[in-house]
């Protein structure tokens, strides 16, 4: 079977990809190694940046619908010490532009919006072959096979259409990211849900951190930051919930307790999330008939901006088709050529975000961001050892 355009991948910028086209008219497979919409979970809530994650919704004709599914008041957020101390609180006034919507709510709107058999379930990828003349096959672990005139890797980090445009490898940065989850949170976890609050919360120190994000339905979404070495998140084993959730807990001796229960209270178990990147302005030269977007393109440390530029990349790759549907390649070289020197300086700032959440100043060097500038950093208080202000 053939398909003219093809997307592995349907995250939410190959969905992007898929809808844009089809706003232009310009049909579109999309290849998902999930069995179904509902296989996994989606992950946790996303600010959509105006710049570039509202302006690929307005291009796929979703404003609307992606107004519809704001969660009022989350981008309130806070910065407490480890004791539980607040070092910093800013509420939602409604007058950010960057509101925050759940990634699975973000893209069902996507996949309501295609039509239906857009998306082939269940299409695990196992090998790209180049045919010649910008043509490609794909082979998929049920044994079925594809060609296409034009492939399009939107299948994130350990992408597999990438080998065919770099030999880039992702890479371990020493940081992993564990998810937890508290639900039923305001009667059930009461001082725990205070310390959030309604929207993000923060408690970092250098090293470490533990930040919440409140999403719809009562639930707090918890990411465990720590910097260690890949053998250290190896030596835990986290097929044993109990185990690993008491081994990431024990990081955090000494906090308050409100702020632990977001570890040891986790109705889930708990997920560890390593942190990888791309080089730093990762890319590639021009091959024929095929190329990426996303994390499969520039994979980096996340900083709020992955899935909006993955958005972004699905409606400028598609509206670079449909200006020539003619000259696919010159629709390309425009689209690379941009993606290129639009995506470069973000890897700067990905490792900047993640250096103020658990650099040496953590958290006060994020505190300066949020405040617009440098501020009195102990504020009267002395630090302790492990990098937060001691008690007065």
């Given amino acids: 079977m053939n398909t003219p355009v093809t997307i592995i991948g349907a995250g939410l910028g190959g969905l992007t990809l898929a809808r844009v086209l089809h706003v232009h008219g310009i049909p579109a497979a999309v290849y998902e190694a999930d069995t179904s919409a509902e296989a996994r979970t989606q992950g946790g809530q996303l600010d959509i940046h105006e710049e570039d994650g509202q302006r690929a919704l307005a291009d796929a004709g979703l404003t609307d619908e992606f107004r519809a599914i704001i969660h009022e008041g989350a981008e309130a957020l806070r910065v407490l010490d480890r004791h539980g101390k607040l070092l910093h609180d800013a509420p939602d006034d409604g007058t950010a532009q960057r509101p925050e919507v759940l990634r699975g709510d973000l893209r069902r709107i996507l996949l309501d919006s295609l039509p239906a058999g857009t998306v082939r379930w269940g299409h695990k990828v196992t090998g ?17 096979t594809v060609t296409t005139d034009l492939l399009v890797g939107a299948d994130g980090a350990w992408s597999k259409v990438r080998p065919l445009l770099s030999d880039a490898v992702p890479e371990y940065i020493g940081t992993t990211f564990i998810d937890t989850y508290l639900y039923d949170a305001d009667e ?32 707090l979404h918890t990411y465990v930051e720590l910097s260690r070495p890949a053998e250290w998140i190896a030596g835990i084993d986290f097929t044993d919930a109990a185990t690993a959730t008491a081994r990431v807990a024990a990081e955090f001796d000494g906090w308050a307790p ?4 977001l570890i040891t209270d986790g109705e889930t178990a708990p997920v560890a999330r390593m942190i990888h990147t791309l080089p730093d302005g990762h890319r590639w030269d021009r091959v024929p008939g095929v190329t990426l977007l996303g994390d499969a393109a520039h994979l980096m ?21 449909a200006a020539q549907p003619d000259d696919i390649e010159a629709a390309l070289t425009a689209y690379e050529d941009a993606l290129f020197a639009r995506t470069e300086p973000f890897y700067a700032d990905a490792h900047e975000m993640l250096d103020l959440c658990l650099g040496d100043r953590a958290p006060f060097g994020l505190i300066d961001l949020f405040n617009g500038g440098p501020q009195e950093q102990e504020q009267g208080q002395e630090q302790d050892q492990d990098g937060a202000p001691a008690r007065p």
């Fill in 128 to 144: 790209v072959r180049p045919l010649g003349g910008g043509r490609h096959e794909l082979a998929f672990a049920d044994g079925t």
């Fill in 301 to 321: 440390p996340p900083s709020g901006d992955g899935a909006n530029l993955a958005m972004f990349d699905g409606a400028e790759l598609a509206k670079a088709i």
């Fill in 258 to 261: 409100e702020l632990t229960a």
């Fill in 188 to 219: 059930r976890h009461t001082a725990t849900a205070e310390a959030v609050g309604v929207g993000a919360m923060y408690a970092l120190t250098p090293g470490k951190g533990i930040v919440a994000h409140r999403e719809a339905g009562n639930i």
